[in-house]
């Protein structure tokens, strides 16, 4: 799987729009980007994927470069409960080939301050 | 729709014991993964259960084993706990499609003395 890379950490002010930058230069044609948070002491939580297309849900936005090299996750109105740390993860599109396993890097720590 | 379940939530043991763990799908599910989280290297993935088969397998020793039963529940077991097996194992659920949507549960939080 390609990988990526995150900035460490990040803050961001409660009510304004978090974005979230990953690089993955590396990504191949068949790699689906995903987002994936964990807040403190609970399991991982799915938030978004893309191919190429930007995708918006009821949680985020993700906007793909056309290269596909980089992407950003966009959290429009960031609250106190968005505090988490949020990773980014490429993962092929053939789940039957390649199973189900989902490479964690650091991720990044997003505080949401007040 | 409930959750991914994880019993025991937590649990104590010595250096040299074994411990078993439970993890429950979702409903219809029948594709289950586990991971590993330790401070130190992060979240790493076990193994993955599809159809009571091991589908996938990540680069943990021999100790590390599982199984899922027909009904899609899986056990992971652990024998000879080391220090280091201290973490918190968690388990993924997702139905059989083409995207990699998974569904974790809280986590077991295991600690070995």
């Known amino acids: 799987d390609a990988k990526t890379t995150q900035p460490t950490s990040m803050d961001c002010a409660e009510g304004r729009a978090a974005n979230l930058p990953c690089n993955h230069s590396?990504?191949?044609?068949?790699?689906?980007v995903y987002w994936y948070r964990q807040i403190h002491s609970q399991g991982p939580q799915y938030i978004i994927h893309?191919?190429?297309n930007n995708e918006t849900n009821e949680m985020a936005s993700l906007i793909i470069t056309e290269d596909r090299k980089s992407s950003t996750l966009i959290l429009p109105h960031a609250t106190l409960r968005d505090t988490a740390v949020y990773y980014c993860?490429?993962?092929?599109?053939?789940?039957?080939?390649?199973?189900?396993?989902?490479?964690f890097g650091g991720g990044t720590r997003v505080l949401v301050k007040p | 729709k409930a959750g991914v379940t994880q019993t025991p939530r937590y649990l104590i043991k010595t250096r040299g014991q074994q411990v078993t763990l439970s993890c429950s799908p979702i409903?219809?599910?029948?594709?289950v993964s586990w991971y590993q989280q330790t401070p130190g290297q992060g979240l790493q993935f076990l193994f993955e259960?599809?159809?009571?088969?091991?589908?996938n397998k990540g680069n943990f020793p021999g100790r590390f084993s599982g199984r899922q039963f027909s009904n899609s529940r899986s056990e992971m077991n652990v024998s000879t706990l080391e220090l280091g097996d201290s973490a918190l194992y968690l388990c993924?659920?997702?139905?059989?499609?083409?995207?990699?949507?998974?569904?974790f549960g809280p986590g077991t939080r295991l600690t070995v003395l």
């Open positions: 993924a659920s997702r139905r059989n499609t083409g995207y990699n949507e998974q569904f």
């Open positions: 409903s219809g599910h029948r594709s």
């Open positions: 893309g191919l190429k």
């Open positions: 993860i490429v993962s092929p599109a053939l789940i039957k080939a390649a199973g189900n396993k989902l490479t």
């Open positions: 590396t990504i191949s044609e068949n790699e689906y």
């Open positions: 259960y599809f159809s009571e088969t091991q589908r």
